[in-house]
C-alpha cells in the first residue's frame, strides 16, 4: 500500500468538509478505521457523530472482519436518534418530527470540541428516508455553512445509491458545496481511495490502493 492514505490525509486541512462517497458493498467502516488509524498516529483528537445507530453497525462489522475495535471504545460521540450507544457518549440530540435541530447541535459541539478535531459523520444517508425534501435542502445549507470552521475537518459518509436512489438532486448539492470529495471502493479483495475534488492541488486525481491487512496493522 505504501504511504499513500496518510499523503492524502495529511492534504487536507481545517475547516474542510469531505464528502466519503461509497456504495453499499464497499465496507465504508474499513476507512473509519483508517481515520482512527490516522487520528493515533497523528495525535489528533476525534469527535464522532453517530447518526441512527450507525458507529454500532460500523463495530460490529469492524469485529467480524478481524479488525482491532477497541480503538473505539473511549472516542468522543455525539449521539443523533437511534438508542444503541457506542464509543464515549458526550452529547445526544433526537430527531424530531423529521428534523434537526442544528442549533443545539451546535451547542452540544462547542461544549466538547475544545481542541481540533477529525469529525467523521456517519449515516448521513439514513436521515434522506426521514426528512422531507425542504428539510434535506436545510440540512444541506447547514452542512454548507460549516465549510471554514477551522477547529475541525469533517468527514460525511455518503452511501451514494441511497441518496440518488431517494433524493438524486441532494447528491451535486452536496458535491457543489464540500471542498473535498473522496471515493471510496471496492477492488478486487482490496479497497480503493480516490480524491475526486481537492482544494490542495498536490492531492486532486489521487488514487490509492489499500488492503485489508494494512488496515488491521495500522498502516497509512
Known amino acids: 500500500m505504501g504511504r499513500g492514505v ?9 475547516g474542510e468538509t469531505v464528502l466519503v462517497e461509497y456504495e453499499a458493498y464497499s465496507s465504508p467502516e474499513l476507512f473509519l478505521a483508517i481515520l482512527q488509524n490516522y487520528a493515533l498516529e497523528r495525535g489528533k483528537p476525534v469527535l464522532i457523530d453517530d447518526i441512527v445507530d450507525t458507529l454500532p453497525e ?13 480503538r473505539f471504545t473511549n472516542v468522543s460521540v455525539i449521539k443523533i436518534g437511534g438508542s444503541r450507544e457506542s464509543g464515549n457518549v458526550v452529547g445526544h440530540l433526537e430527531v424530531d418530527k423529521y428534523r434537526l435541530d ?5 451547542n452540544i459541539y462547542k461544549k466538547v470540541a475544545s ?12 436521515l434522506f428516508g426521514l426528512f422531507r425534501k425542504h428539510e434535506l435542502l436545510r440540512l ?3 452542512i ?25 438532486e441532494m447528491l451535486p448539492l452536496l458535491e457543489e458545496a464540500s471542498t473535498t470529495i473522496l471515493r471510496w471502493g471496492r477492488e478486487g479483495r482490496s479497497y480503493r481511495l480516490e480524491v475526486v475534488k481537492a482544494c490542495d492541488e498536490d492531492i486532486t486525481g489521487s488514487s490509492v490502493v489499500v488492503g485489508v491487512g494494512d488496515i488491521k496493522e495500522g498502516k497509512l
Open 6 to 14: 496518510g499523503k492524502v490525509l495529511d492534504g487536507l486541512k481545517l
Open 58 to 70: 460500523y463495530v460490529e462489522r469492524l469485529k467480524l472482519m478481524g479488525v482491532d475495535f477497541q
Open 102 to 106: 442544528f442549533k443545539y447541535y451546535d
Open 115 to 126: 481542541r481540533e478535531v477529525i469529525n467523521p459523520v456517519l449515516g448521513v444517508y439514513k
Open 140 to 142: 444541506a445549507r447547514n
Open 144 to 168: 454548507a455553512s460549516f465549510v471554514g470552521r477551522r477547529s475541525r475537518v469533517a468527514y460525511y459518509f455518503l452511501n451514494v445509491e441511497v441518496v440518488e436512489t431517494i433524493s438524486p
